[in-house]
């Protein structure tokens, strides 16, 4: 992040308002600059202190406070202010904005400001689907504002349904996504695979291997967060799905193929990180292979289909490729000849000899293969690469 961004949270009394303090707690370990403004219902549920020790700013809960550091407090807030988050945000709450009622610190403060403000409502479910607050939030949708859906779950009132307030994680993806970066990948479409195949070889058994999916997550976060419209094509991983991803779940090679080759024609840039299973077994048994005494079976194999090299080949011109080559000798040559071969604008190659680098790392040491000669990154987290190959390839557009 170059400038420190300013971030107005303004918290509402909900019972979720004790998650705010973790969100707080989130965006200043970020490093955003974080003033909170609690309504007086909120201090029902928890203190100003906790977001003052927190943040390390005055947390403002009256408009009339006379110790407050800003001269007219909601309009010195508002002009401050990169962001305006409201969560939990109230029935209470969303009405006033809806009907322009400003009469505390929070209301004021919202209607003065011109940043872009999202909306993360947490109330009880019957109170959520009320068509007076489903009206308040379309209009306050067609205002430009962002609205987070709730979550469903059990609610604090014993009720289960939707109005949750959703994870913090994802609230704070949102505000990253919306200003923790510059969207300079705004109106480019983006399709990534990640993650294993799974190639069955009967209802119990398969063929895969040990991706994680590590750097296509990153990869995908890195996109959203810039602006781009994502579309991640993932096997089986343990990781958290991405916020604002558009994900197609698949297994085998041949479904991440079909997944890949539906969404091809609408996509301004391929990035190919899945560990995709060069081999499937020929016949996929119906039922469980049983054993027999002293006998091993032998499983034939059979080549899946290269999904880099066909879109490497099919490619239009206005639409970028980026494949992937993990090697465990020959490196540079081996990844400069997949370039080639599958007619990919770039590799990116990892070695698996890398100490702290491939399958399951956080980190990994990445050497980018191009036409016009090879660049050697550092030892970085996947996240921070992630930034590096999309700044590569936003480099290379128009194209
Ligand atoms: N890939 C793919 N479809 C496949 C196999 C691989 O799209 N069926 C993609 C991977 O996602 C990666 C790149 O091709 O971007 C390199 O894959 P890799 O398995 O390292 O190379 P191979 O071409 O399979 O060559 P080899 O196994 O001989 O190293």
Redesign the pocket.
């Known amino acids: 992040m170059k400038d420190t961004k300013n971030i107005l949270l303004i918290v509402t009394g909900s019972i979720a308002a004790y998650k705010a303090a973790d969100l707080a707690s989130m965006m200043k370990k970020a490093g955003f600059n974080v003033n909170v403004v609690m309504t007086q219902n909120a201090c029902n549920f928890i203190t100003p202190q906790t977001f003052e020790s927190l943040t390390g700013n005055r947390c403002v809960t009256d408009m009339f406070d006379r110790n407050y550091e800003f001269k007219i407090g909601h309009i010195s807030l508002a002009k401050l202010s990169d962001i305006v988050v409201v969560a939990p945000a109230s029935a209470n709450i969303i009405g006033k904005i809806a009907c322009g009622i400003a009469d505390d610190m929070a209301s004021t403060t919202i209607m003065a400001s011109k940043c872009p403000k999202l909306i993360v409502p947490a109330m009880n479910t019957a109170m959520y689907e009320n068509p007076i607050v489903q009206d308040n939030l379309k209009k306050l949708d067609s205002y430009g504002y962002e609205i987070m859906e709730p979550a469903e779950g059990l609610l604090a009132c014993g009720d289960t349904g939707k109005g949750k307030l959703p994870p913090v994680e994802d609230i704070f993806a949102k505000v990253n996504s919306m200003i923790g970066h510059e969207h300079d990948l705004s109106g480019k479409r983006i399709l990534i695979?990640a993650g294993p195949?799974m190639e069955a070889i009967d209802p119990v058994r398969y063929i895969t291997n040990h991706s994680t999916g590590k750097m296509g997550y990153s990869l995908a976060e890195a996109a959203v967060d810039r602006g781009a419209d994502v579309t991640l094509v993932s096997g089986r991983t343990s990781l958290k799905k991405p916020f604002g991803v558009r994900i197609i779940d698949v297994v085998s090679?041949s479904d991440?193929?079909e997944a890949?080759f539906s969404e091809a024609k609408d996509q301004d840039i391929f990035i190919?990180?899945?560990?995709?299973?060069?081999f499937k077994p020929e016949k996929v048994s119906d039922s469980k292979i049983k054993k027999k005494d002293g006998e091993a079976p032998e499983i034939l194999l059979t080549?899946?289909?290269?999904?880099?090299?066909?879109?490497g080949h099919d490619h239009r011109d206005d639409q970028y490729v980026?494949?992937?080559?993990?090697?465990t000798e020959d490196l540079l040559a081996?990844a400069a000849g997949?370039l080639e071969?599958?007619n990919?604008d770039m590799?990116?190659a990892n070695s698996l000899n890398d100490e702290g680098a491939g399958f399951g790392t956080d980190t990994n040491r990445i050497v980018l293969i191009k036409k016009t000669g090879n660049k050697e990154l550092p030892f970085l987290s996947k996240r921070e690469l992630a930034d590096i190959i999309l700044d590569e390839i936003i480099a290379a557009f128009p194209l």
């Open positions: 695979t195949t090679a991440m193929a890949v190919f990180s899945a560990a995709v299973a060069d080549r899946t289909e290269d999904i880099l090299d066909r879109i980026c494949g992937f080559a993990m090697e081996n997949k071969k599958k990919a590799i990116c």
